[in-house]
C-alpha cells in the first residue's frame, strides 16, 4: 500500500470494465435474437452460458419452501431484522404530490406515481447476496411498484441461492426468473411469451449485464453501471489504526479492482494503518483478492491540512466515505461528493452494507459527483400539472402569443388565441 | 387524419431517430479527436460543419450587448415574467436534506447537495429556442449549480441567436460557446484548454448531439434523449373542436415525425376535429411540416367510455397531455403516465411551453412511463449519512458480522467486529 504526499496525487482514477468490442456485439445478438425468438433464445442462452437445460424459466414455489431448510431460523431472522430496517428508512424517502393554487384560479402542480413494474438483476456465484435482493426491492416496494421480477443465473445445478430465495420471499416477491446475463437483460426491457416486459431495470451484474443494461437504455429506464466497490477512510490522530485498516479491507476484500484509500493528516496513523492492513490481509479467506486490490488500488494519503483532506475527498468523490475524526459532523459540511458517509468509530462500513437502512447500491468511479444512492426517487416520476384559469389566460394569452411568433411557431400562438371563441 | 376506433389501435410507437452506423461511428470518432487534441479538433470541426472559423469559442459581452438591438424591450419585459414564473415554479420542487435520529443515539439521514457543474445544449437554426434557455437553464439554478455552461452552434455569420443571447442574460449566464453537434458534448464531457467539464449534460439537440450524449453517458450525467414532440387530447362532448385542432396542430408544427392524437368519447367531437384540423392547416405558415406530421402520426381514437379512454391514454405515455372534458380533475386520478398534463379548456398546451412555470423539457415516445420531466432533482444529488452509536454497535454488531459471513465476505465481518477494541 503506497503512503503519498497530497501534491504527490494526481489522478484518482478507478478500475473501469467498459467491455471489449467483441463483448458489445455478443450482447447485441443476444438481445436482438431475444427480441425475435423470445423464450426460446432465453433457453438457447441459458444453456450455451450456464449449462442448464430450463423446463421452466420461473422459480417454483417449492423451491422457496425448501431454501428455508439451508438457513438457520436465528439468520432468518437476522435478514427480517435487516430488510425492516431498510424499509424504515426508505419509508424517508418518499415525496409526495403537490399542487401550489394562485390567486387568478390558476392550480399548478407536481404528481408523483409509481413507475408500473421493475425488474432487478440479482447476480449468480460468489456474488449472490440477499443484501442485494434487500437494496433493490425495498426502494421499489416503498416507492408503490405494483410489479417486481426478479432475474439471477442459475447456479450448476440449476438452482437459486437458498438466501437468495429467502430473502425474496421475505419481502414477498415471487416472480423470479432463473436467467442471468445480456439474455435476462433483453427479457426484461422487451418481454417474452413468458416474461411480461418492466419499465426499469435495476441491480448489479457482470460486464454482459452492465453492456446489456447500457444497451437497452432508453427503451426502458436502468439504474447505473456499478464499478468495483470503493472505500476511503478520512481520519485524523484520533482513529484506531487496526479499525481503519479492517474497514480499508472490507471493500478490497470484494473484487481485485476496488479501490481503498486512507486521506489523513496524520503521519502516525499513516504508518501504523500501513502495517495493520498488511497483519490482517495474512490471515483473510479471501486474502488473494483483497491483497491485489490493495496493491493496485489502494492508497494512503498525508494532507498538511484537514482543510486539504476533505479536498482531496471531494476530488476521489468516493462510493463509500468514512469520517473517522475527533468530531466528524464538523467534516460533513464539507464533503461534497460521497455516496454514503459513515461518521464516527463505530459507523463501519458493513454496517451500511446490510443492516443499517440506507441502500448499499451506491455511485461508484467518481460518479457521486452527479449521482445518488438506489432510493425510492428512481421508481416513481413526476408528471407536471397545468390547470389555466380563465383570468390568467385573459392576463397573460397575448403575452404567450408574442413569445411564441419570436420562436416562429405559429400555430403555437394560434392555439393558444384560439381560447377567444370559448362559452 | 385517420379516425379509428379503439380496438383497431394495436400500438402507438412513435418515430425514433436511432441513428445510422454511419452516425454513430462518426460521432465516436469526434468524441476522441476531441479528447486528444481538445480546442483544435473543436475549431475543425466548427469549420467542417458550421462552415465557421472561431478565433475565440466563447461569445463575448458584447455580443450579448448588441443582441437587445435586435428585440423589443416589451418582449425582453414578457421574457423575464415568464423566467420569473419558471423561477417560482421550480423553487417549489427543491428538496431538503433531513435527518432522523433513534434513541439508541444513531443519526441516520440524506444529505442532498447541487452537482458542481451543468452543460446545456442549445440548438442552433430554426430551432434556437429562448424558452429552451429557460427550461434547461433555472432548475439548475435553482438546485445551486454554481457553474452553467452553455453550447450552441454558430450561425451562417458566426453569429448567435439574439433570443438566445438575451435569455441567456436575463439569466445571468455568460459562459456561452458557439460550438455545436457531438464536438460540443465532447467538449462539456471531458473539457478543453478552453473548456473546463461538466458533470451533467442537459438540452435537446439533433441526431448527432443524441448519440453524444448517449455515448458520454456513465462518465457525465445526461437529461434524456429526446424524440420529437407529441400531444394527446383526451375530450369529451364538451370541448370545442376548433381549440383541439389548434392544440394539435401546435405540436405537429414542430417536427414532420411529431404526433398528435385526440382521444374522445364523442364521435361528433371526432368529425369537427377532424375538419378543423384540415382547415386551420391551410393556414398555417409551417403548413407542409403540420401536415407530414398528422398525415403519419396523427391519428383520432373514438372510445366507447371515458374509462377505455384513460386507458388508451395511459397506453400512449403522451409527452403532453390535455384533458378537456366536463370534470378534469376527475380523469387525473386515474392517468399514471404523461409527461405533463394540462386540465380544461384554458390550459392550452403551449401555455407550459412558454409561460406558466412548469418545465417544457418532458419524455416522449412513451418514455413517460419510467421518466419525469427536467427539474430541480436532475440538478442535485444525495448521499446517505449514517452515524450508529455505541449502543446501537453493541447491540447489533454480531447481527451484521453473522449476515456477512451468510455472505462469505469475512472482512466485512471482522470490520464490524473490530469496534470491540474501542475506548
Redesign the interface.
Known amino acids: 500500500m503506497k503512503i503519498l504526499k497530497k501534491d504527490k496525487v494526481t489522478s484518482f482514477k478507478r478500475s473501469v470494465d467498459a467491455g471489449t468490442e467483441e463483448q458489445r456485439a455478443a450482447v447485441k445478438s443476444i438481445i436482438a435474437d431475444v427480441k425475435q425468438r423470445g423464450d426460446e433464445a432465453i433457453r438457447h442462452y441459458t444453456e450455451k452460458f450456464d449449462g442448464i437445460h430450463l423446463d421452466s424459466l420461473k422459480v417454483d414455489k417449492d423451491e422457496i419452501k425448501q431454501a428455508y431448510n439451508q438457513?438457520d431460523a436465528d439468520?432468518v431472522t437476522?435478514?427480517k431484522?435487516?430488510a425492516e430496517n431498510i424499509r424504515d428508512?426508505h419509508a424517508?424517502?418518499k415525496?409526495t404530490s403537490?399542487f401550489?393554487t394562485q390567486a387568478d384560479g390558476?392550480?399548478?402542480g407536481?404528481?408523483i406515481?409509481p413507475?408500473?413494474a421493475a425488474g432487478v438483476y440479482v447476480p449468480g456465484g460468489?456474488a449472490a447476496?440477499?443484501?442485494s435482493v434487500f437494496m433493490n426491492v425495498i426502494p421499489a416496494q416503498v416507492a408503490g411498484v405494483e410489479r417486481i421480477a426478479m432475474m439471477t443465473p442459475p447456479g450448476p445445478n440449476g438452482e437459486v441461492p437458498a438466501?437468495v430465495l429467502v430473502a425474496a420471499d421475505i419481502l414477498g416477491i415471487d416472480e423470479i426468473y432463473k436467467v442471468g446475463g445480456a439474455q435476462a437483460v433483453a427479457g426484461l426491457a422487451y418481454g417474452t411469451e413468458t416474461i411480461s416486459p418492466v419499465?426499469?431495470i435495476v441491480g448489479p451484474g457482470n460486464v454482459f449485464v452492465a453492456l446489456a443494461k447500457?444497451e437497452v437504455?432508453?427503451d426502458?429506464?436502468i439504474d447505473m453501471?456499478a464499478g468495483p466497490s470503493e472505500i476511503a477512510v478520512l481520519a485524523d490522530e484520533s482513529a484506531?489504526a487496526?479499525?481503519v485498516a479492517?474497514?480499508l479491507?472490507?471493500q478490497?476484500?470484494?473484487d481485485a479492482r476496488s479501490s481503498s484509500v486512507l486521506v489523513t493528516t496524520s503521519g502516525t496513523l499513516a504508518e501504523a494503518v500501513h502495517s495493520a492492513v498488511e497483519q490482517?490481509l495474512q490471515t483473510?479467506?479471501?486474502e488473494e483478492i483483497?491483497r491485489k486490490s490493495i496493491e493496485d488500488y489502494g492508497a494512503i494519503i498525508v494532507c498538511d491540512t484537514m482543510n486539504e483532506a476533505e479536498d482531496v475527498i471531494n476530488l476521489i468523490a468516493p462510493e463509500h466515505l468514512e469520517v473517522v475524526t475527533g468530531s466528524?459532523?464538523e467534516q460533513?459540511a464539507k464533503?461534497?461528493?460521497?455516496?454514503?458517509?459513515?461518521?464516527?468509530?463505530?459507523?463501519?462500513?458493513?454496517?451500511?452494507?446490510?443492516?443499517?437502512?440506507?441502500?448499499h447500491v451506491?455511485?461508484t468511479n467518481g460518479?457521486?459527483?452527479?449521482?445518488?444512492?438506489l432510493?425510492v426517487?428512481d421508481f416513481v416520476?413526476?408528471?407536471?400539472?397545468?390547470?389555466?384559469?380563465?383570468q390568467?389566460?385573459e392576463q397573460?394569452h397575448k403575452?404567450?402569443a408574442?413569445?411564441?411568433r419570436?420562436?416562429?411557431?405559429?400555430?403555437?400562438?394560434?392555439?393558444?388565441e384560439?381560447?377567444k371563441?370559448?362559452k
Open positions: 438457513i439468520l437476522i435478514l431484522e435487516a428508512f424517508k424517502q415525496s403537490w401550489d390558476t392550480i399548478l407536481q404528481k406515481t413507475i408500473d460468489t447476496y440477499p443484501s438466501g419499465d426499469k447500457r437504455f432508453g426502458v429506464a453501471i484506531e487496526q479499525q479492517a474497514d479491507l472490507s478490497a476484500e470484494h490482517q483473510l479467506p479471501r483483497a466528524p459532523f460533513l464533503i461534497k461528493h460521497a455516496g454514503a458517509i459513515f461518521l464516527g468509530k463505530y459507523s463501519s462500513e458493513p454496517i451500511g452494507d446490510y443492516f443499517a437502512g440506507p441502500n451506491l455511485p460518479t457521486a459527483r452527479f449521482s445518488s444512492p432510493n426517487d416520476k413526476k408528471s407536471s400539472v397545468i390547470s389555466y384559469s380563465q390568467a389566460w397573460n403575452k404567450i408574442r413569445f411564441a419570436l420562436e416562429g411557431l405559429e400555430a403555437h400562438a394560434r392555439a393558444v384560439a381560447r371563441e370559448n
